[in-house]
């Protein structure tokens, strides 16, 4: 990772944590999830770079290394439109892809949709178009002990989370999210309490993979991450007619529990999704899970780079 470099920018007076590697015209942008970070993409950003492209990740506000939104309580997400465009301006960056892992994506839709001359194209992994307020996932289907119906409810994630250090947090949310079925806790539970402490990290997880990602949790906490996504995603976001027209690229895997929240599957595998992005190639992934770009990057990259060319100018 030692092409990687970082820096700050300052977007909305915030400062914003940049990594980038590669140089050229070309450039592919990517947005993380949660508990993810800028080092999510790492193997995606060092094949990028190597097959031509300019490569970059930030931590979202409030994520890593990038400041909070002096009132966390208010951010939206919006306001992670607001960062990828000011991302892009601060480093001279007129058109780029987007690509989007988990709520990661919602952004990159959000910005195709609304800013379609700064977009090559979208590629995302997990998750098929939605926005926030309009997404394919009947959300009043969910159990009410699932984690996003859990985590929604201000206080109660941060009570679960604070009986552990950071390390033990993100060690149990790869352990659970890398599974194929939905995490769902009892009433007499919470969400930390669904994993055996015994339960080894997947072997595409190092320790020091999570070295890294619990310091950068540790220097930014949970106070932001939790109220984007988690309870902003039924705001409504103002779009009444969303499409995208740019080429775009859904990579699900065949075991990542996101094909069992109550609609999305059948929005998957029906192509509906299409009706929302007419150029949408979709592939599964037979052994892939949440994590598919750490879990397979070899298999990950490569598709991503075939696209990457077949759509450049």
Same mark, same amino acid.
């Given at each position: ?52 492209? &300019?490569? @970059?990740?930030?931590? %979202?506000? =409030?994520?890593? +290394? ?6 966390? *309580? ?96 993100? &060690?149990? @949310?790869?352990?659970? %999210?890398? =599974?194929?079925? +939905? ?6 539970? *919470? ?123």
């Amino acid at each position: 990772m030692e092409q990687i470099q970082h820096k700050h920018v300052e977007v909305g007076g915030l400062k914003l944590h940049v990594a980038e590697t590669g140089t050229g015209p070309k450039a592919v942008l990517f947005l993380h999830g949660f508990p993810e970070i800028w080092y999510s993409w790492r193997h995606q950003m060092v094949a990028a770079a190597a097959a031509g492209y &300019r490569a @970059i990740a930030f931590d %979202f506000r =409030g994520y890593g +290394l990038s400041q909070h939104p002096p009132e966390p *309580e208010k951010a939206s997400f919006g306001d992670l439109v607001v960062d990828v465009i000011g991302v892009m301006d601060c480093l001279g960056i007129n058109k780029a892809f987007l690509v989007g892992k988990d709520f990661g994506a919602m952004p990159a839709f959000h910005v195709a949709v609304v800013h379609p001359e700064r977009v090559s194209g979208v590629i995302t992994l997990g998750i098929p178009f939605s926005l926030p307020g309009v997404s394919a996932i009947q959300m009043h289907l969910l159990p009410k002990g699932f984690y996003v119906q859990r985590w929604r409810e201000p206080g109660r994630a941060e009570a679960d989370f604070g009986r552990f250090d950071v390390k033990t947090v993100i &060690r149990n @949310i790869y352990i659970l %999210f890398c =599974g194929s079925e +939905l995490q769902v806790a009892s009433d007499d539970q *919470e969400i930390m309490d669904l994993v055996n402490p015994s339960t080894p990290l997947p072997p595409w997880f190092t320790e020091d993979d999570l070295k890294v990602y619990s310091s950068l949790y540790e220097n930014s906490g949970f106070r932001t991450a939790l109220q984007v996504p988690y309870r902003t995603l039924a705001e409504d976001c103002g779009i009444t007619d969303p499409k995208i027209t740019a080429p775009g690229l859904l990579i699900m895997g065949e075991k990542d529990y996101a094909l069992k929240l109550p609609g999305l599957e059948g929005y998957t595998r029906s192509e509906k999704v299409k009706e929302f992005m007419p150029n949408l190639e979709i592939i599964f992934m037979a052994e892939g899970n949440h994590f598919v770009q750490e879990q397979l990057p070899e298999q990950v990259n490569q598709l991503l780079i075939t696209f990457l060319n077949k759509h450049s100018t």
